[in-house]
């Protein structure tokens, strides 16, 4: 079977900022479209989640948030409160007053605070399978093994570049509660494609609880589980809640609660869909169009 070859390095950058060192990547040259990553995740993953908006035309700023790659976490910035202010403080580094923000899963506690603290800087919120109460990581022993070891990554990157097949497969069983049946059908879908394929391989090397993850996620597993009220029903911005009704790491009542507290909010629910399926499932490129006008119509 064909291998798939490593990902490139990141090409990233640091801020200085009151909340310390912020690493980011900044790509493309239109309108600023802050996106916030998930848990683990990194400024590598950010980037990679918005490679469709850049596509679109947008700039992309995809920070690494406090614990993960080369942001430091330090006292200053662990809460998620801190983490809110260090993005807006990242922006106003780079000489963005007014942004969209588009956050993932674990990026949506940070992402929702951001847009209660700093509403004249938000202009609007994508919130894709984000998380909005608190949360608890439930892993096997397995999961442990895999996730949290260096053997396990080292696992990990072998199966991504020698066993691509079963690597999507893998990572799509594992974020959604599909049938045999539709998750072999899902997995030759992606598979066939080049940009699924390549996007569900590089995000599963972003899964590893291993440095330079590993504080970042000790941090957001901390913080979550403890996860104080995120007042969205202050939030003034508008926001689309975008999840896949079959999500097993964050699920799909995330959305509901935040829709039934925020003031102006849509939410799109993606039938079969785990939790990567807005950049997966067949009906992917409608609901990245969707987000496209979105960001356009509330600029």
């Given at each position: 079977?064909?291998?798939?070859?490593?990902?490139?390095?990141?090409?990233?950058?640091?801020?200085?900022?009151?909340f310390g060192?912020?690493?980011?990547?900044?790509r493309?040259?239109?309108?600023?479209?802050?996106v916030v990553?998930?848990?683990?995740?990194?400024?590598?993953?950010?980037?990679l989640?918005?490679?469709?908006?850049?596509?679109?035309?947008?700039?992309?700023?995809?920070?690494?948030?406090?614990?993960?790659?080369?942001?430091?976490?330090?006292?200053?910035?662990?809460?998620?409160?801190?983490?809110a202010?260090?993005?807006?403080?990242?922006?106003?580094e780079?000489?963005?007053?007014?942004?969209?923000?588009?956050?993932?899963?674990?990026?949506?506690?940070?992402?929702?605070?951001l847009?209660?603290?700093?509403?004249?800087?938000?202009?609007t919120v994508?919130?894709i399978a984000?998380?909005?109460?608190p949360?608890?990581w439930?892993e096997?022993i397995?999961?442990?093994?895999v996730?949290?070891?260096?053997?396990?990554?080292?696992?990990?990157?072998?199966?991504?570049?020698?066993a691509p097949?079963q690597?999507?497969?893998?990572?799509?069983?594992?974020?959604?509660a599909?049938?045999?049946?539709?998750?072999?059908?899902?997995?030759?879908?992606?598979y066939?494609?080049?940009?699924?394929?390549?996007?569900?391989?590089?995000?599963s090397?972003?899964?590893?609880?291993?440095?330079?993850?590993?504080?970042?996620?000790?941090?957001d597993?901390?913080?979550?589980?403890a996860?104080?009220?995120?007042e969205?029903?202050?939030?003034?911005?508008?926001?689309?809640?975008?999840?896949?009704?079959?999500?097993?790491?964050?699920?799909?009542r995330n959305?509901?609660?935040?829709?039934?507290?925020?003031a102006?909010?849509?939410?799109?629910?993606?039938?079969?869909?785990?939790?990567?399926?807005?950049w997966?499932?067949?009906?992917?490129?409608?609901?990245?169009?969707?987000?496209?006008?979105?960001?356009?119509?509330?600029?």
């Amino acid at each position: 079977e064909k291998s798939v070859p490593k990902p490139s390095a990141i090409d990233s950058e640091l801020a200085d900022t009151e909340f310390g060192s912020i690493e980011y990547v900044d790509r493309g040259t239109g309108a600023p479209v802050l996106v916030v990553h998930g848990s683990p995740g990194g400024c590598d993953q950010g980037s990679l989640l918005g490679n469709f908006l850049v596509a679109a035309g947008f700039r992309v700023i995809a920070p690494s948030r406090p614990g993960y790659m080369r942001t430091a976490l330090t006292p200053a910035n662990a809460s998620i409160d801190a983490q809110a202010d260090a993005h807006a403080a990242l922006m106003t580094e780079l000489g963005i007053e007014r942004f969209a923000v588009v956050c993932w899963s674990g990026g949506g506690p940070s992402t929702y605070r951001l847009a209660v603290r700093h509403p004249n800087r938000v202009s609007t919120v994508v919130a894709i399978a984000a998380l909005s109460g608190p949360h608890v990581w439930n892993e096997s022993i397995d999961e442990k093994l895999v996730m949290h070891t260096r053997p396990g990554y080292w696992l990990l990157s072998a199966m991504a570049r020698w066993a691509p097949k079963q690597t999507v497969a893998g990572t799509l069983g594992a974020e959604g509660a599909l049938s045999k049946h539709d998750l072999k059908a899902l997995a030759a879908s992606v598979y066939s494609d080049e940009v699924k394929r390549a996007f569900v391989i590089a995000i599963s090397l972003m899964a590893s609880h291993t440095p330079p993850r590993k504080e970042g996620i000790g941090n957001d597993k901390r913080s979550y589980a403890a996860m104080p009220d995120l007042e969205l029903s202050h939030i003034q911005a508008p926001v689309l809640l975008i999840h896949g009704d079959v999500d097993t790491d964050v699920d799909i009542r995330n959305s509901e609660h935040a829709g039934a507290q925020l003031a102006n909010s849509t939410m799109v629910s993606m039938p079969g869909g785990g939790h990567i399926c807005f950049w997966t499932a067949p009906e992917s490129a409608d609901a990245q169009t969707k987000v496209i006008e979105f960001l356009g119509n509330n600029a």
